[in-house]
C-alpha cells in the first residue's frame, strides 16, 4: 500500500509533487523526484518518495533500488525499510520483505502499518501465529483497522480456530459495514460450520455491497447444492461465471461441495456450456 509523501525541507517541489502524488500521476511525480535529485542527490526523503512513486507504478525492481539509494545516505530512515519492503513483497520475495519489516520496527515500532505490513507477509508464508501476534500489535496502536481484523481472521481460519475466526470478522464489518470481502470470507467459514442460513445472508451482504462480486455468488451455489436445491445453485453458479468463468468452473468441477447435485441435468448442462 502506497504511503503518503513525508514533509520536506524543500517546500516548493515537494508540494507540486505531493499533489501528484495523491491523483496517482506517478510518472510525472517521479520526473519531478528526478530534477530534485540533480539539485539534492544526497535527500534521502526525495529517494524514498521516489521509491513509492515506482511501486505505485508497480516498477517495484525500480522502486528497490531507489530505497537502497535512500538507505545508502541515510540507514535509519524508517520510511525507505518499509517501501523496500513492500516493493519486495510484492514481488512474493516475502522473507527479505519481513527482514525489511522488521528494521523499521526496531526504528519506529509504534507504526501500526508496518506491524500490518509484516503480518500479511508472515500470512503468505503460512507462519500464522507470528502473523496473529503482528495484528496484535498493529490492532493495539490502530484498532479501528478492519484489514488487520481481517488478516488476523485468515490467520486464524488456517489454524482451523473458526469460532475466533468469526469473531474477527464480525469486528472488522462492524468496523466497515461495507467490506464486501470480509462479509464472503464470513460465508465461507460459516459453511464450514454448517450455518447455512447464516452463511446465505452473509454473502447476501456481500453481493448488497459488491453486486459483481463472484466469491458471494459462488459461496451462495454451494451452500445450495449442499441443501440439494439445483435451481438455486445453478442460478447462483451461473451468475458467478458471468462474472468470472474460468477460476471459478474449474473450481466447481473439483469442489465436493456440489457432489450433491453433480448428476443432476441442470447442473450438467450449465458446466457445459460456459
Known sequence: MSQPLQHSTHPVWQRSSQQLYSTAQYQEAIARFDRALKQWPHNAEIWTNRGF???GLNQCEEAIASFDEALQRQPSYT???????????????????????REALR???????????QGTALNRLRRYREAISCFDRS????????????????????????R???????????????????????????IKQREYEEAIASFDRSIDFESQNPSAWYGKARVYAQQQQVELAVKCLYRTFIISPYLYRLSAQADADFDPI???PRFQKLMDEI
Not at 107 to 117: E, F, G, I, T
Not at 146 to 162: D, K, P
Open 53 to 55: 512513486a515506482l511501486y
Open 79 to 101: 520510511m525507505a525499510w518499509h517501501g523496500k519492503g513492500l516493493a519486495l513483497a510484492h514481488l512474493s520475495q516475502y522473507r527479505e520483505a519481513i527482514a525489511c519489516f
Open 139 to 162: 490492532i493495539a496502536i490502530k484498532p479501528q483497522d478492519h484489514r488487520a481484523w481481517f488478516n488476523r481472521a485468515v490467520a486464524l481460519a488456517a489454524l482451523e480456530r473458526y
Open 262 to 264: 453433480r448428476e443432476d
Open 107 to 117: 526504528l519506529n515500532p509504534a507504526d501500526a502499518q508496518v506491524w500490518y505490513n
Open 164 to 190: 475466533s475466526t468469526l469473531e474477527n470478522l464480525n469486528k472488522a464489518v462492524a468496523i466497515k459495514p461495507d467490506c464486501h470481502y470480509a462479509w464472503s470470507y464470513r460465508g465461507f467459514i460459516l
